[in-house]
C-alpha cells in the first residue's frame, strides 16, 4: 500500500483554494497535502486558535501561504467576511473544499428539533452558503472554478442513528449535481467525494464512541479489514481540485474500500459461510435432472 502524495510537484501551484472545517481532520489532511503542492489556503472554523495552530504547522511546509479566519458556515455575514477577507489578502480563489461538518449518534426519537437543525445547518447551510456567493462572485468575475463536497456513502443510502446528517448529505449531493449542471456553462464545476471511514477525533468520538466501541469491532467489519489512510483520499480530492480533473463536473467519487457495496449486496453476508459447508449447500442446490 502506497501512503503517499501521487500529484507531480506544484500541481496546485498558483491556486487558492477555501477549506471550510480546515483546522482539524480531513480538512486538516488535504489542506496539507494542497500545501505541499503550491496552493495557497485559507481555512475556516469556528475555534481560531485551532486554525492558528494548522496554520502555523502548513507554513512551515510549502510555498503557498495560509490565511486562517475563525467563522461559522452557518451565518451568511460570516462567509461573507471570509471571502472579502481571502480576496483581499489573495485576488481571487479558485475552489471551495465544503467539509465542515456536525454530527453524532442517536436514536433519531431522542432529538429535539434543535438537535435536527444543528447539524443540517452546519452541513447544509453551510455548503449552500458558500456555493452560493463564491458562485455569484465568479459568475460576476467570469471566473472559472470550482466547487468540491464532502459528502459520504448514506448521502443516497441514508442511516439510521444519523437521519439528520444522512439528510442533509443527501441535500449536499442534491446540490452538488444541480450546480453541476447549471453552472458548468459559467465553467464553474462541483464535484463531491464519498468518503467511508477514516478515524479523526472529531468523527469518532461522536460516531464511536466507547460503549459503542467496546462491542462492535467496526474496522474488522470493512471488506478491506481497514479504515480508510487520510493521504489517500488526500490524492483523491488534490487530484479533483486540480487542472488535471477539468473535465470532471457533477460527479460523486466514492472512497470506502467498497463498504457500502458490501453492506448493500442480497448475498453478501453469505461470507460467515464456513468454507467447509460450501460442498454441502453444493449438493443442496443443484438441480437433480429426472431419470
Ligand atoms: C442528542 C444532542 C447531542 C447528542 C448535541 N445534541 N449532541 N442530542 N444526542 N449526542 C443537541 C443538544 O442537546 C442541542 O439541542 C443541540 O443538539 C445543539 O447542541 P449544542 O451542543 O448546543 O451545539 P454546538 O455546540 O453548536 O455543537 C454542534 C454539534 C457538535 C454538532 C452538536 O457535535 C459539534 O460541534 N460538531 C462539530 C464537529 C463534528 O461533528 N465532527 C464530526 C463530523 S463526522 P437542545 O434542544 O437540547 O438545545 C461525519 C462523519 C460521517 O460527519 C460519516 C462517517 C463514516
Ligand atoms: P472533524 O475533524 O470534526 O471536522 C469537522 C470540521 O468542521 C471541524 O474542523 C469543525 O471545526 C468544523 N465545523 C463544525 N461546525 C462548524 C461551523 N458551524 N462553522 C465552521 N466550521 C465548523 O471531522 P472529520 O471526520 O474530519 O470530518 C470532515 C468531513 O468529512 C465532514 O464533512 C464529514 O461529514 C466528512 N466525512 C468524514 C468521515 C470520516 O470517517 N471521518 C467519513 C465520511 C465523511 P470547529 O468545531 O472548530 O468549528
Given at each position: 500500500m502506497k501512503f503517499e502524495g501521487m500529484l507531480k510537484d506544484n500541481a496546485l501551484q498558483g491556486k487558492t483554494i477555501l477549506i471550510t472545517g480546515g483546522g482539524t481532520g480531513l480538512g486538516k489532511s488535504i489542506g496539507k497535502y494542497c500545501v505541499e503542492l503550491g496552493a495557497n489556503l485559507i481555512i475556516t472554523s469556528?475555534?481560531?486558535?485551532?486554525?492558528?495552530?494548522?496554520?502555523?504547522?502548513?507554513?512551515?511546509?510549502?510555498?503557498?501561504?495560509?490565511?486562517a479566519i475563525s467563522s461559522d458556515v452557518r451565518k451568511v455575514?460570516?462567509?461573507?467576511?471570509?471571502?472579502?477577507?481571502?480576496?483581499?489578502?489573495?485576488?481571487?480563489?479558485?475552489?471551495?473544499l465544503n467539509n465542515a461538518a456536525g454530527n453524532f449518534i442517536a436514536p433519531t426519537e431522542r432529538l429535539t428539533p434543535k438537535a435536527f437543525d444543528v447539524v443540517v445547518d452546519i452541513v447544509l447551510k453551510g455548503t449552500y452558503n458558500y456555493s452560493l456567493l463564491l458562485g455569484q462572485h465568479w459568475i460576476k468575475e467570469k471566473?472559472?472554478?470550482?466547487?468540491?463536497?464532502?459528502?459520504?456513502?448514506?448521502?443516497?443510502?441514508?442511516s439510521a442513528f444519523v437521519a439528520p446528517s444522512a439528510a442533509?448529505?443527501?441535500?449536499?449531493?442534491?446540490?452538488?449535481?444541480?450546480?453541476?449542471?447549471?453552472?458548468?456553462?459559467?465553467?464553474?464545476?462541483?464535484?463531491?467525494?464519498?468518503?467511508?471511514?477514516?478515524?479523526?477525533?472529531?468523527?469518532?468520538?461522536?460516531?464511536?464512541?466507547?460503549?459503542?466501541s467496546t462491542f462492535i469491532n467496526f474496522e474488522k467489519s470493512l471488506p478491506l479489514k481497514r479504515y480508510g489512510n487520510h493521504q489517500e483520499l488526500a490524492n483523491l480530492a488534490a487530484y479533483l481540485l486540480s487542472d488535471y480533473a477539468g473535465y470532471f463536473n457533477g460527479e460523486v467519487v466514492t472512497i470506502d474500500g467498497g463498504e457500502w457495496i458490501h453492506n448493500a449486496g442480497e448475498f453478501n453476508k453469505l461470507e460467515r459461510v464456513p468454507k467447509a459447508l460450501w460442498g454441502?449447500?453444493?449438493?443442496?442446490?443443484?438441480?437433480?435432472?429426472?431419470k
Amino acid at each position: 500500500m502506497k501512503f503517499e502524495g501521487m500529484l507531480k510537484d506544484n500541481a496546485l501551484q498558483g491556486k487558492t483554494i477555501l477549506i471550510t472545517g480546515g483546522g482539524t481532520g480531513l480538512g486538516k489532511s488535504i489542506g496539507k497535502y494542497c500545501v505541499e503542492l503550491g496552493a495557497n489556503l485559507i481555512i475556516t472554523s469556528r475555534r481560531q486558535e485551532v486554525l492558528d495552530e494548522t496554520a502555523q504547522e502548513f507554513s512551515e511546509i510549502g510555498d503557498g501561504e495560509v490565511l486562517a479566519i475563525s467563522s461559522d458556515v452557518r451565518k451568511v455575514e460570516d462567509v461573507e467576511r471570509v471571502i472579502k477577507t481571502s480576496l483581499d489578502k489573495f485576488g481571487t480563489i479558485d475552489s471551495v473544499l465544503n467539509n465542515a461538518a456536525g454530527n453524532f449518534i442517536a436514536p433519531t426519537e431522542r432529538l429535539t428539533p434543535k438537535a435536527f437543525d444543528v447539524v443540517v445547518d452546519i452541513v447544509l447551510k453551510g455548503t449552500y452558503n458558500y456555493s452560493l456567493l463564491l458562485g455569484q462572485h465568479w459568475i460576476k468575475e467570469k471566473q472559472a472554478a470550482s466547487i468540491l463536497n464532502i459528502v459520504t456513502t448514506y448521502a443516497w443510502t441514508g442511516s439510521a442513528f444519523v437521519a439528520p446528517s444522512a439528510a442533509a448529505k443527501g441535500g449536499v449531493l442534491a446540490l452538488t449535481r444541480s450546480l453541476a449542471a447549471e453552472w458548468a456553462k459559467y465553467n464553474i464545476r462541483c464535484n463531491a467525494i464519498a468518503p467511508g471511514p477514516f478515524p479523526t477525533k472529531g468523527a469518532w468520538d461522536r460516531l464511536f464512541p466507547k460503549p459503542i466501541s467496546t462491542f462492535i469491532n467496526f474496522e474488522k467489519s470493512l471488506p478491506l479489514k481497514r479504515y480508510g489512510n487520510h493521504q489517500e483520499l488526500a490524492n483523491l480530492a488534490a487530484y479533483l481540485l486540480s487542472d488535471y480533473a477539468g473535465y470532471f463536473n457533477g460527479e460523486v467519487v466514492t472512497i470506502d474500500g467498497g463498504e457500502w457495496i458490501h453492506n448493500a449486496g442480497e448475498f453478501n453476508k453469505l461470507e460467515r459461510v464456513p468454507k467447509a459447508l460450501w460442498g454441502l449447500i453444493e449438493r443442496a442446490t443443484r438441480g437433480k435432472k429426472k431419470k
